[in-house]
């Protein structure tokens, strides 16, 4: 089959964004089985080895959801200024650094502290670095890009959160902290440094394995399109959506930290751990589609729908007492779960652009973690005071609010991809043209000639006009026979 020059060479160079969206697959499913899905692993260590109450193991959740939330903002102006590289090796050092400490923490104050260095590096290698990697290489496979990768995060969950909590519950956390820090460093420095790329641009391609931009004429490369900061963090849109993504997500999180406990108290420590590998691969599962799904229908009507899954998957759980209960109730909250945490960072890109894409996601981010750490700390609060059943109805209903202020958003105006009006003309009316006179006092003058003849000369005054208003109303002379064919020049 032959296959023409321009597709196979376009085909070539799009295969550095496939190994670029490997490289951030490979980085979300280290952090998230590390980082985020371990949560609800380290909680119950904390309860069972240090004595902790679950609301106060649930705070130092929150608290590294607070700080990772807080760095994932300062992180979107850092990738502008530096290689992303760069910035998301030092969040693996800070990272490191605080799982390897997770495992000396003896009171409150110092499970504060550790979360706080653990939160923070997991902010500046998480959702923020790597999903505007994929933003900036992927345009108009967006969704599936975003999809693949973001999968990586219940691959996390499915593959290395179970063995964690596996190596925790026959020996601790104390013996086994540092070791998973030492994997998690050696790791994602390796997918960083070997697969990632900050952007096409730094390798002279475009975003979809497009052509280059062609200098050759010394003209700049087009910028980014997109929604300035200022204008996009303004708008209704992004407040409501910022507004309803809080309550959503806190609900969310909230659910995800605890449902490790809450089926081990239930059905055993066995039953907690198959439970978790369910939710995430539910959630691999559910995300692949959704991000099909993303391309055909639009983005506020399925995150909406996703929102009323997830709802009916909390009040599942928060009833179930059976093993077919919670595992009902963990499939329908999975797959909604991977869904929206891959929805908020598409459905800005595709409000606002990619100009300044990484800085409207990083606060979009911080202030969804409002409720992402107010979430486990609200359920651990309602569990302590009554039982888990509260706690779950209790974040089911937030869940609701939040879609109902999501709703108000409507859909994003787009700006970016209107086409500026043109500029008004200035109309502004000339001056007079007066003719200079001659040396010697002449009066200037043209002459006609009769089809080029220099001998049949004839002296003619004409009327000056400007913008068709005459300024001077000279009638021509000339002779009667007129030439039918004549030139005018000046003598």
Not at 128 to 155: D, E, H, K, M, N
Not at 312 to 327: H, K, Q, R, S
């Amino acid at each position: 089959m032959n296959v023409p020059v321009a597709t196979a060479e376009r085909n070539q160079r799009f295969v550095r964004g496939w190994v670029v969206l490997t490289g951030v697959f490979l980085i979300m499913t280290i952090t998230s089985g590390f980082a985020f899905y371990s949560q609800g692993v380290f909680l119950k260590a904390l309860v069972d080895e240090q004595g902790f109450s679950t609301g106060m193991a649930g705070a130092g959740t929150g608290v590294f959801f607070g700080a990772s939330g807080l760095c994932g903002y300062f992180t979107g102006g850092l990738i502008n200024r530096f290689d992303v590289r760069w910035v998301m090796t030092f969040g693996t050092v800070v990272s490191s650094v605080g799982l390897a400490l997770l495992g000396q923490v003896r009171n409150e104050w110092q499970m504060f502290a550790v979360m706080i260095v653990f939160g923070a590096g997991f902010g500046l290698t998480g959702l923020v670095p790597t999903t505007t990697v994929v933003t900036r290489w992927f345009q108009y496979r967006r969704s599936v890009a975003l999809a693949i990768a973001s999968t990586g995060l219940s691959l996390g969950g499915a593959l290395i959160a179970p063995q964690i909590g596996r190596l925790i519950n026959a020996d601790s956390l104390v013996r086994w902290a540092f070791p998973f820090a030492v994997v998690f460093f050696i790791s994602v420095l390796l997918a960083t440094w070997l697969l990632v790329v900050a952007s096409p641009q730094s390798v002279g391609l475009e975003a979809d394995g497009a052509a280059p931009h062609d200098s050759s004429d010394g003209t700049p490369p087009p910028p980014p399109i997109g929604t300035p900061f200022a204008e996009a963090v303004r708008s209704r849109f992004f407040v409501l959506l910022s507004i309803g993504f809080v309550l959503v997500m806190g609900s969310q999180v909230g659910a995800i930290q605890h449902v490790y406990k809450l089926t081990s108290d239930r059905l055993g420590v066995a039953a907690a751990g198959t439970a978790l590998a369910v939710l995430a691969v539910t959630s691999i599962v559910a995300r692949l589609c959704g991000g099909l799904a993303a391309v055909k229908i639009p983005l506020r009507y399925l995150a909406m729908f996703l929102v009323g899954v997830q709802v009916c998957g909390l009040c599942i759980l928060a009833v179930a007492d059976t093993g077919l209960e919670v595992l009902a109730g963990i499939i329908v909250l999975g797959s909604a779960m991977g869904n929206l945490l891959m929805l908020h960072p598409l459905i800005l890109a595709d409000a606002f652009g990619v100009r300044d894409y990484s800085r409207i996601y990083g606060l979009g981010s911080l202030l969804m973690i409002t409720g992402v750490g107010t979430g486990p700390l609200l359920v651990g609060v309602l569990h302590d005071l009554y039982d888990y059943r509260t706690g779950f109805f209790a974040i089911a209903v937030i869940a609701i609010v939040g879609l109902t202020v999501y709703s108000f958003g409507g859909a994003p105006a787009r700006d970016y991809l209107r086409t500026p009006p043109p500029s008004p003309v200035q109309r502004t009316r000339p001056a007079p043209i007066a003719p200079r006179p001659l040396a010697g006092g002449h009066r200037p003058v043209v002459a006609i000639a009769r089809n080029g003849a220099a001998a049949d000369r004839h002296e003619a005054l004409i009327g000056a006009s400007a913008n068709g208003a005459d300024d001077r109303d000279i009638p021509l002379i000339r002779p009667r026979g007129a030439p039918e064919v004549w030139s005018v020049e000046p003598v």
